[in-house]
């Protein structure tokens, strides 16, 4: 079936360094967003990509969909710890499918 | 505006038993979608409702059934539980459903024993 896969798994940190996660789709992607679920909270929205090559910010979150439309990255500049938590991708294919998941420890 | 609502937050109850989840979407909000989240399976689809009507379905045994009143408010019924079926289940509502955001409640957790 349709399946995004998210690597990796889990990332622990220094606080002040960076951090990247990465969604691949084998299948060519109308759009892809990007999800925050902190520790025994719930997924919160964080972004929608649309078009190829779309490059987005957010504060210290940059955000991008490939070329392609196959893959998509999330990448947090100087971590802290109030980035703790897990960050999903999900794609749209008539119905949402959630990422894996990586799951991202801030040491102070 | 009142977020997603979901209750009860907590749930208990022993194999054969059945449930029932409660979620009231955001105001104006017409899709509403479940999900259940464990440890192992991460975040799986279980069904979309949009306007009373089942849009899309998740791999789920027929156990799983849910239902959209006119108010757009989602109910979830599980049947004959299974302690495989003890997880975290959220309800997340949207605009339209197709490619718009989801709006997660604060999920209700099962434990099956």
């Known amino acids: 079936g349709q399946q995004v896969m998210q690597i990796p798994q889990y990332q622990h940190v220094q606080e002040g360094e960076d951090f990247t996660t990465y969604c691949n789709s084998s299948?060519?992607?109308?759009?892809i967003q990007w999800y925050k679920q902190r520790p025994g909270g719930h997924p919160v929205f964080l972004i929608q990509?649309?078009?190829?090559?779309e490059v987005k910010k957010q504060k210290r979150l940059t955000f991008q969909f490939g070329e392609a439309k196959k893959n998509s990255s999330l990448h947090i500049t100087a971590t802290q710890t109030t980035d703790v938590g897990t960050y999903f991708c999900?794609?749209?294919?008539?119905?949402?499918?959630f990422g894996s998941g990586t799951k991202l420890n801030v040491k102070p | 505006k009142a977020g997603v609502t979901q209750t009860p937050r907590y749930l208990i109850k022993t194999r054969g038993q059945q449930v029932t989840l409660s979620c009231s979407p955001i105001?104006?909000?017409?899709?509403v979608s479940w999900y259940q989240q464990t440890p192992g399976q991460g975040l799986q689809f279980l069904f979309e409702?949009?306007?009373?009507?089942?849009?899309n379905k998740g791999n789920f045994p027929g156990r799983f059934s849910g239902r959209q009143f006119s108010n757009s408010r989602s109910e979830m019924n599980v049947s004959t539980l299974e302690l495989g079926d003890s997880a975290l289940y959220l309800c997340?509502?949207?605009?339209?459903?197709?490619?718009?955001?989801?709006?997660f409640g604060n999920g209700t957790r099962l434990t099956v024993t």
């Open positions: 105001s104006g909000h017409r899709s």
């Open positions: 990509l649309v078009k190829s090559g």
């Open positions: 997340a509502s949207s605009l339209t459903g197709e490619n718009s955001p989801l709006h």
């Open positions: 299948t060519t992607l109308s759009n």
């Open positions: 999900a794609v749209d294919f008539n119905k949402f499918y």
């Open positions: 409702y949009f306007s009373e009507t089942q849009r």
